[in-house]
């Protein structure tokens, strides 16, 4: 159950209660289309989207409804998602490899070591290229 306070929105999770600025969590939700609690990934209710829409609105008047966005736009939102998540696993792959690339250098021979490492960095090159075309914050 969700309770408001001010421009705040209290949710209760099972290890307590954490508290946002509603505005800030209208705009994180509206920005990743992730429309669930940050901490405890549950979705939020139609209703609360609602009650979250007028305590932000306070604060911010400009702001889109989130329920609107929510309703209206879900394969805008599916196709952000898709694309956060290919970006994720690309980062992970690029972890994996750097993880790689460290153990051959502290564990292996010399010569094992080039070898591995011949094999190792196009991959990451490719992998990177394609994270940066995708995201070039990265």
Known sequence: RQHHHGGREKGRSNSGCQVYNAASLARYLLST????????????????????????????????????????????????????????GTDRCLGEIVSDVLRALEDLAVEEAQVKLLGLFPEFSSLFQQLCQEDPSF
């Open 33 to 88: 289309g992730d429309f669930c609690d940050p901490l405890t990934r549950r979705p939020f209710t139609e209703a609360q989207l609602r009650d979250l829409d007028e305590i932000a609105r306070r604060d911010d008047p400009d702001l889109p409804s989130v329920l609107k966005c929510k309703q209206a736009t879900p394969n805008k939102y599916q196709e952000i998602r898709e694309k956060r998540d290919l970006l994720e």
